[in-house]
Nanobody
Framework: QVHLVESGGGLVQPGGSLRLSCAAS????????TGWFRQAPGKEREGVSC????????YYADSVKGRFTISRDNAKNTVNLRMNSLKREDTAVYYCAQFSRANCGGTWYEPSNQRSWGQGTQVTISS
């Protein structure tokens, strides 16, 4: 059975950092592109970042470029999202998603074609 489990969320002050982790079970996460998405209250789910199966290609939403870094840890079957210089507008539930292909593709940021999703982890940026 395929499972994705996110962890690492929490409450941090503006300017702080968090590291989210997406752990997979039941399949090899590195065989697929993997994305991070987020959904703030009252807003639609949006793409944050995506990493190809090889790890050689990464993509970021403009709002997080230069602050977030996505990476793979194949030994642990995880994909991580390092988030620095956090802002209040980063507050959201963060989800990881397994794509059905090896590459992220030009529309990776659309939360419509992913194969499976985790349950989400809450990230709150507040002083």
């Amino acid at each position: 059975q395929v499972h994705l489990v996110e962890s690492g969320g929490g409450l941090v002050q503006p300017g702080g950092s968090l590291r989210l982790s997406c752990a997979a079970s039941g399949f090899t996460l590195a065989a697929y592109a993997t994305g991070w998405f987020r959904q703030a209250p009252g807003k639609e789910r949006e793409g944050v970042s995506c990493i190809s199966s090889s790890g050689l290609s990464t993509y970021y939403a403009d709002s997080v470029k230069g602050r977030f870094t996505i990476s793979r840890d194949n030994a642990k079957n995880t994909v991580n999202l390092r988030m620095n210089s956090l802002k209040r507008e980063d507050t959201a539930v963060y989800y990881c998603a397994q794509f059905s292909r090896a590459n992220c593709g030009g529309t990776w940021y659309e939360p419509s074609n992913q194969r499976s999703w985790g349950q989400g982890t809450q990230v709150t940026i507040s002083s």
